[in-house]
């Protein structure tokens, strides 16, 4: 029977009930997509965060170099999925035409995803004799692309041809880059490294992968680089709660939108609840109808909205950051959650107060 | 009639009036406050990371070639060159001088440090400098002057402003009094603690400072020694130089007028464009107008600080972008669906004036003047409000110490507000006057 009537009423009233799924959908979508957007963000600008640069700086503790077959510890799987970038250096003064330069031996291939800043004018370098060099240090060599020049250390002697002029508008713009190999064939350093750069996932994950490090490399000792330690904690920090905040407001704002909606749609039925009572119907079952109507609406909605929203969330993150976000799981819930639970307390709420008042006033159209 | 009309219907409404002009002034007050959020947040934002560190380095023209090499610098002396620390406060003199958050110059050189050789650094820790006074101009390719009212008084900067990520056991040396910082790998390996006294020596010159504090910051400063300019310009015997200077700006994120420009140099733009970007914070210009008042400078973009900055900053905008139109939009349907049950509820109201003879397009402008009131009202309530709540949310995201909130109440943010206030009540109650108006007269007034 309560079936048979709550049939026959949504069927009947085909418009109205679309109109306050939509508006129901339409709430619940908005927060579901903040929501999903407030969790799903953060781990993408951290992400975003890296092109700060390494976090991480690994240096001998004891002896004057790290072990370069050591660097299979930073592939081990508990770090893989911590580290996202890592760069290997060797350090020494070299001679490069008569003057004493900082020569750098590194993995090009590396650095260039660790410091994604670096400008290069020319290309960089893949052959093992070619070398990128820091503007300064060209200009005051007298070096320019694609020049061939010597590097002297103590007794051996390499020569190399000039790949790329480097610009960062730090130190490496006075140092010379060369592949790390043909450095350690210069020096007799065969397998040493003299330091290692390490861009690992910023905030509450970092203090955890510098005490792995620490564990899992006992010979380098971990420093954090506070410069870019701390900016992406703030960062972090202020996006977190500024996202919180607007979820919130988004959540109170949609919930008013909704509740007005529902409310008008129960108002209209007065006269429908007033009849059903005056033809005989119980308080408790009249109401009972009603609200399976509003819990159906809800759901509806609610549903409807989930999948709006998460449509939503994933447009915004496509266009923002260019890929997809991970859906926060919790956001579903609150999103379902919403939308039935304001659109059934709207209609129990105006239902109340219709209820109180007496069949006939209300049939009679006061 | 239609006043008088108006002013009756509003005031025997007078609670409902109420109400529905708090539940506009509510959802106008979260358009507010996110309009509000959304026009300041990305320069809170950028604010908050010029406390991470300096975005341009002042050098000589004639940059030297370093050999850096684990904390250690060396320098060959027939290449030295300096700037003169009396040029800096002309910074402060720049178009963009507001822009200049902080700098501090810097001169260092190998000494002994209780026979370790380590490098000391002289510079600023917390200096009050003057702002040279005048009148100043900034004269254009086409002809065109712009003056620019001088800033008086004092400016406060120096080191402890620029590094706000230095951690500082102890305390910051004074400018006043000879003091050291020393880092902590230096403190460690010569065994002294604040308070401490060590011997420096250059050459033949030598002193004896007591530690003031220990830095830790991860970084190659953790093996120097520093100490404020004047003692190592004595110490050095360079008096009044400094070898470079890092300054800290507020930028925009470079556009493609600033890409062209460091593309092609700004003297080869057409003269709209070089204005356009002269009187615009790019990096590029504020480095530009910095080499204009330090004579033989050359100013550099700290790249790793400003790139990411930059990607990141325009990321944040985005993302601030959807997330303000989405709660826009919220809010605007809140406001609408407050309108429709707010008509709904009148709807014998516009029965019984249609059943007196009242022409449909007199109901509907009644109406419609009574939600572009309503619409105002709330929407005016709703700004103040929008203020009061921005204030406290920025509060919370954004209270970092040294920071003032400069939440400007954008002169923008009022007509956008009133706008969408008054244009979705008006939308809200047009369709369901429409509505009403179309039932025969006694059906509304029956009730059905």
New interface residues.
């Given amino acids: 029977m309560t079936r048979r009537i709550l049939l026959g009423s949504l069927r009947r009233r085909k418009g109205q009930v679309a109109v306050a799924i939509c508006?129901v959908a339409?709430?619940a979508s908005?927060v579901v997509?903040?929501l999903n957007?407030r969790y799903g963000?953060e781990g993408r600008?951290a992400q975003?965060?890296r092109?700060?640069?390494a976090n991480l700086?690994l240096v001998p503790r004891a002896e004057p170099f790290l072990k370069e077959r050591d660097l299979v510890i930073l592939e081990d799987k508990r770090l893989k999925d911590r580290i996202i970038g890592y760069a290997p250096f060797i350090?020494r003064?070299a001679k490069v035409e008569g003057?004493?330069?900082?020569l750098v031996g590194t993995r090009f291939s590396q650095i260039r995803k660790t410091?994604?800043?670096?400008?290069v004018e020319g290309r960089w370098p893949e052959k093992e004799d070619e070398a990128l060099i820091g503007s300064?240090?060209a200009s005051?060599?007298g070096l320019r692309l694609n020049d061939r020049f010597s590097v002297v250390h103590k007794t051996s002697q390499l020569s190399f041809s000039l790949a790329g002029i480097l610009?960062?508008?730090?130190?490496e713009?006075?140092q010379a880059f060369v592949p790390m190999e043909t450095l350690q064939r210069l020096t007799h350093l065969h397998g040493f490294l003299?330091s290692v750069l390490v861009s690992s996932r910023a905030g509450k994950d970092l203090d955890e992968t510098v005490a792995i490090l620490q564990k899992a490399w006992p010979q380098a000792e971990t420093?954090?680089?506070?410069?870019v330690?701390?900016?992406e904690e703030?960062?972090l920090a202020?996006?977190e709660?500024?996202?919180t905040?607007?979820s919130l407001?988004?959540l109170?704002?949609?919930g008013?939108?909704?509740?007005?909606?529902m409310?008008?749609a129960a108002?209209?039925r007065r006269?429908e609840m007033a009849l059903m009572r005056a033809l005989g119907g119980e308080e408790r079952r009249v109401a009972w109808i009603f609200a399976a109507e509003a819990l159906g609406i809800g759901l509806i909605g609610g549903i409807l909205g989930c999948a709006i929203g998460l449509l939503?969330s994933e447009i915004?993150g496509l266009?923002?950051?260019g890929s997809f976000i991970f859906p926060s799981l919790l956001s579903l819930p609150i999103g379902l959650a919403l939308g039935v639970g304001i659109s059934l307390f709207c209609s129990l709420w105006v239902m109340r107060r219709i209820l109180a008042l007496q069949p006939a006033v209300?049939?009679?159209?006061? | 009639m239609l006043g008088r009309l108006l002013a009756k219907s509003l005031w025997r409404g007078k609670a409902r009036t109420a109400l529905v002009v708090l539940?506009v002034a509510?959802?106008s007050t979260?358009v507010s406050?996110?309009l509000n959020?959304a026009f300041t947040?990305t320069e809170e934002?950028a604010k908050?990371?010029r406390s991470?560190?300096a975005n341009i380095?002042v050098v000589p023209k004639s940059?030297?070639?370093?050999?850096?090499?684990?904390g250690l610098r060396?320098v060959?002396p027939e290449?030295s060159a300096y700037l003169e620390e009396a040029d800096l406060p002309w910074l402060k003199t720049t178009f963009w001088r507001h822009n200049i958050v902080g700098f501090a110059p810097f001169l260092s050189r190998m000494v002994e440090v209780e026979g370790e050789q380590a490098l000391m650094v002289g510079t600023w820790f917390d200096r009050e400098i003057p702002i040279p006074e005048g009148r100043r101009f900034f004269a254009f390719a086409n002809g065109s002057r712009r003056e620019v009212a001088p800033d008086k008084g004092t400016f406060r900067t120096g080191l402890k402003s620029l590094?706000?990520?230095?951690?500082v056991e102890g305390q910051w040396p004074r400018e006043d009094e000879d003091g050291i910082l020393i880092g902590s790998g230096l403190a460690r390996t010569l065994g002294v603690g604040i308070g401490g006294n060590i011997r420096v020596a250059l050459e033949e010159r030598s002193a004896v400072l007591p530690v003031r504090g220990i830095a830790?910051?991860?970084?190659e400063e953790?093996e120097q020694i520093f100490v404020h300019l004047k003692l190592a310009q004595e110490l050095f015997s360079l008096p009044g130089k400094a070898e470079k200077v890092q300054v800290s700006a507020l930028v925009k994120p470079d556009n493609a007028l600033a890409a062209r420009a460091n593309r092609i140099g700004p003297a080869n733009l057409p003269p709209e464009e070089y204005e356009t970007w002269y009187c615009t914070p790019y990096l590029g210009s504020v480095s530009y107008q910095i080499e204009e008042v330090i004579p033989n400078a050359k100013a550099?973009?700290?790249?790793?600080?400003?790139?990411?900055e930059g990607?990141?900053l325009g990321?944040?905008r985005?993302?601030f972008i959807?997330?303000?139109a989405?709660?826009v939009?919220?809010?605007s349907?809140?406001v609408?669906?407050?309108m429709?049950?707010a008509i709904?509820?009148r709807r014998?109201e516009i029965g019984l004036m249609k059943a007196l003879g009242a022409d449909a397009k007199q109901v509907r402008l009644l109406f419609l003047v009574e939600a572009g009131l309503t619409g105002i009202g709330g929407g005016i309530l709703g700004y103040l409000g929008g203020l009061a709540l921005a204030q406290l949310?920025s509060v919370?995201?954004?209270s970092?110490a040294g920071f003032g909130l400069s939440l400007s109440s954008q002169a923008a943010i009022l007509p956008i507000t009133l706008l969408i206030a008054v244009g979705v009540a008006l939308l809200g109650s047009f369709f369901p006057a429409k509505e009403a108006m179309r039932l025969e007269p006694v059906k509304t007034?029956?009730?059905?």
């Fill in positions: 508006a339409l709430g908005l997509a903040a957007l963000i600008l975003e965060l092109s700060y640069g700086v350090h003064v003057k004493d330069v900082v410091n994604p800043w670096w400008q300064n240090a005051k060599l610009r960062t508008g730090g130190a713009e006075h003299t420093r954090t680089l506070l410069q330690a701390r900016a703030a960062l202020r996006l709660i500024f996202l905040l607007v407001l988004i109170i704002a949609a008013l939108s909704v509740y007005a909606t409310s008008t108002l209209e006269v939503l915004i266009s923002v950051f209300v049939l009679r159209g006061e | 539940s509510t959802a979260l406050a996110f959020i947040v934002m908050e990371l991470f560190g380095l940059e030297p070639l370093e050999i850096a090499i684990g060396f060959a290449e590094s706000r990520w230095w951690q830790r910051t991860g970084g953790e550099k973009a700290i790249r790793q600080v400003s790139e990411a990607a990141f990321k944040m985005l993302t959807f997330v303000v989405m709660a939009l919220v809010a349907l809140a609408m669906a407050t429709v049950t709904f509820e014998q949310l919370r995201t954004f970092l007034l029956k009730g059905n």
